[in-house]
């Protein structure tokens, strides 16, 4: 490792212009002739709409054009689309209802958008949205899953019976049954993921310009996935071929899973701007985010786990009702399937496990992948569970967890995944160790003569990430492949630029990116620059989400530098007359091992370009491109543990210790990966205190500001306690399994377990605020 | 925001005065509630008379036993009034406690007890210290002052210029916060 090669602490290259205000988002971007968009939605949870009178609109002040839904469907705009196919355990496809950019006749949640207003100014636009007479014929809502599946609930798409999607399953229930049946115990919980905002701090926005010269258009958007965006909008949507489109997604400040999807606005304003002839912005604000902006987790499962007279698990039975809301979002239905139950192993060797998940329409914004994806609502699940059976046996959390440990690897489960490798009692001892564990007894008694009961409680989580190898999720539904490209341009002069697929919104890319460059050729990190979010200029690309730009993204970047290398050294054995094997690359020079012979690393570029003197055959340049599709998942792992003191006055939770012991593969910026790890956690506390999206039972939204729904702030959290057990991940180059979503995943069910712990109930949801943290104090005395 | 006309009196009586010319008219002061609605369109008020120059309604005075605070006090003056901290610090402390220090800087004591946001402050000192609330028309104790959630006994174009107390024996201020918006 140089100085800025992997594994050294280099503090961000991106970091300059995002704290002196210099970043340009896509609300920043002005070109000539724009104009502001702003959008009619609808203030029912479900009606149908009657009429739109546009008149008196029209004729306002500054007012371009009114668009709605009928003009939509006539230019044949496509509907929104799910790009995983689920089928249920019958055979049936999903039932994917169709989702109108702008409605055409039916509204199924506030804030579905129904007109575009475009204006000389927001202002004008949002006084003439007001002037807009929209008739709506109310429908009666439903918000809950569970209410959703009853006989006689308002019924949202035809082509789903009972709002059901899928009713689809995993394992194999009769070997699951069966081991139940037999079991020495059985522990049976039920378990509830709150529905989460994910408000990244930018608010989407995008910016459509159709030039009518070129018959082309450009899309600024906030998208973690630029040319996902344009291959859906371009085969689905029907806006325009591929060679027509160009999609950008500049600067972007956060997306946490929410800015993957294709949402109406970046399809509406595109067509908007080719109909009134301007180029059309729109930038969501904080009310439009909570309402429209795709919403995380949302499950209700029942839950079996049976264990036999060793306190070995046996069996685990999982029934989970998942809401997706009013429409199937992008990759909505993997969410609650591929990245949920493939993950109900957990760290633990279980014979069987059957998983059955019901996904249901209601009348409540659409619930897609939310940081974590799935892996949260598992591991909250199984480690909820593990906690309650260890209560209920009598034996210690750690040792129940111990007993049950997967020891060898590579580790088949019985729901599909094969663990390649880890170490999860490393973790497990690591995380106790820095808890001082064994000592909680005496900080109990102490709190206890404070009046404060004080808990304890542990999480040992396991996550899939680097998604995917392509022909894997293609099998499982996946409308897409998963690999990633790279493309590596090393200039004339020495310097480098790397084109990824990958998209940078918070992740750091720009420094972990170079850094691999700097330790490979031994150029200084700021000689490379890392290009992407711009389909015209990176080639092809599946984005960021998952977990995957380190074990993906930067793959494809190995192998590209793979062959920067091999041909750079061919040149260097050419000139200096030596043979290509003798050709070692160090410290930004090429040298000949075993002798005092040696070029840096600018000149061998230098002869590249110049071409004056090259092997016989040898093309000029050096720029080599690659594609990377994994050959497994990565399974990053670890154990979390909290510890809390629970005024019994009022409820209010103090978490005095938090204590993180991660195995992510091998790293190249320890620095970013705990910023990584501090801001998962943060959102874990968050999901485990505060957050929750709550409608009322006419689906109006009641979180739909930072006055109703908590985010965690700095003095809601204790200073974490970190560390790492890496095991190198087999599958990738550089041994990296991935550490974005690990902080989120592994502390909800640490938390509630320290809390019901403290408290001595264990019946108590997320968030566990304050008034229910008491009621249950109350009910359990 | 809807376009609004601006006025700044600097008497009580001007400010009445103003009120009165324009249907639809509302008095502000730090406009912590009202600046925040008009933007989200949810209000509309036709005209704004600004209450922070009006020289009657501000400053801290305490005169023997009585205190009387000003309605278009900004929360920071309070806090950092050293009288009030020697004679009553629950109210000092009370009133360093609201919000953040922009809020404080701009934010006065007479629109948060007009106001009587449930999640306020000043309303439970008022009702706490049994204060009188003095508006430009008539004296109100605090118990007959506010009714109810965003509710008072103030009739329209009503305006609150002081809030007086009797100094206690002892006095302490805590807070439980709403975790979203504290």
Redesign the interface.
Known sequence: MGIEGIGARVTRKEDKRFLTGKGRYTDDMVVPGMKYAYFIRSPHAHARILSIDTAAAQAMPGVIGILDGKQLLADGIGNLICGWMIHSKDGSPMKMGAWRPLAADTVRYVGDAVAIVVADTL?EA?DAA?AVVVEYQPLDAVIEAVDALKDGAPQLHPEAANNLIFDWQIGDASSTDKAIAEAAHVTTIEIHNNRLAPNPMEPRATLGIYDGAEDHFTCYTTSQNPHVARLVMSAFYNVAPENKLRVIAPDVGGGFGSKIFIYPEEVVCLWASKKTGVPVKWTSDR?EAFLTDAHGRDHVSQVKMAFDADNRITALKVDTDANLGAYMSLFSSSVPTYLYATLLSGQYAIPAIHANVRTVYTNTAPVDAYRGAGRPEATFLLERTVETAARELGVSPAELRRINFIREFPHQTPVIMNYDAGDYEASLNAAMAAADWNGFAARKAEAAGRGKKRGIGMSCYIEACGIAPSAAVGSLGAGVGLWESAEVRVNAVGTVEVLTGSHSHGQGHETTFAQLVAERLGVPIDNVNIVHGDTDKVQMGMGTYGSRSGAVGMSAIVKALDKVEAKAKKIAAHLMEADESDIVLENGELKVAGTDKALPWFQVALAAYTAHNLPSGMEPGLKEGAFYDPSNFTFPAGCYIAEVEIDPD?GTTDIVQFVAADDFGNIINPMIVEGQVHGGIAQGIGQAL?EGVHYDENGQLLTAS??????PRAD?LPSFKLSHQNTPCPGNPLGIKGCGEAGAIGSPPALINAITDAIGTNALTMPA??QKVWKALQSAH | MYATSYHRPSSVSEAAALLAATDEAKYVSGGMTLIPTMKQRLAAPAALVDLRHVADMKGIRIDGSRVRIGAATPHAEVAASSALRSACPAVTVLAGLIGDPHVRHMGTIGGSIANNDPAADYPALALALAATIVTDRREIAADDFFTGLFETALEAGELVTAITFDLPEKAGYAKVRNPASR
């Not at chain 1, 930072?706 to 985010?711: E, I, K, Q, R, V």
């Open positions: 202002g949002r007001e009310t009022t505060l930072f006055m109703d729904y908590a985010m809601d605020t304050p």
